[in-house]
C-alpha cells in the first residue's frame, strides 16, 4: 500500500493562511473516512477535522471557522485550507484515513484509524 504524504506546511505569521495537501496514491479519497490531525510538542494528538464518504465534516472547536477540510476526488488528494492561524496552532500535522471518522463536540476521536501520514510541520510566529 502507498504511503500517505502530506505537503504545505511551513513558517506562517499568526493571521495568516496556509494549505495542507495530503496525496493519498492508491487510494478512492471519495470512498473513504479520512481527516486532519495535529500534535504539539508534549501535547497529545488531536483530531482537527475529519470528512466522511457522503462528504459530511466535523472540525474541532477551536478551528471552526477557520479550518476547511476538502478533497480533490480526481487528484486522490485530501486538502486542509487554515486561515487566521494562531501560534496554538503550530504543531505537526497528520492526514489519516479509515473508517467512520468523525470528531465529537470535546474533540474527541471517533472511529478507527487505519494509516498516517508522515506529518508535515506548521509554526505560527506571533
Known amino acids: 500500500q502507498q504511503p500517505l504524504v502530506e505537503s504545505g506546511g511551513g513558517l506562517v505569521q499568526s493571521g495568516g493562511s496556509l494549505r495542507l495537501s495530503c496525496a493519498a496514491s492508491g487510494y478512492n479519497v471519495s470512498g473513504i473516512s479520512m481527516g486532519w490531525f495535529r500534535q504539539a510538542p508534549g501535547k497529545e494528538r488531536e483530531g482537527v477535522a475529519t470528512?466522511?464518504?457522503?462528504?459530511?465534516?466535523t472540525y474541532t472547536e477551536d478551528v471552526k471557522g477557520r479550518f476547511t477540510i476538502s478533497r480533490g476526488n480526481a487528484e486522490n488528494f485530501l486538502y486542509l485550507q487554515m486561515n487566521s492561524l494562531k501560534p496554538e496552532d503550530s504543531a505537526m500535522y497528520y492526514c489519516a484515513l479509515g473508517v467512520g471518522l468523525k470528531l465529537d463536540s470535546d474533540g474527541a476521536r471517533r472511529g478507527v484509524v487505519l494509516r498516517w501520514g508522515q506529518g508535515t510541520q506548521v509554526t505560527v510566529s506571533a
Open positions: 470528512i466522511e464518504i457522503d462528504g459530511s465534516t
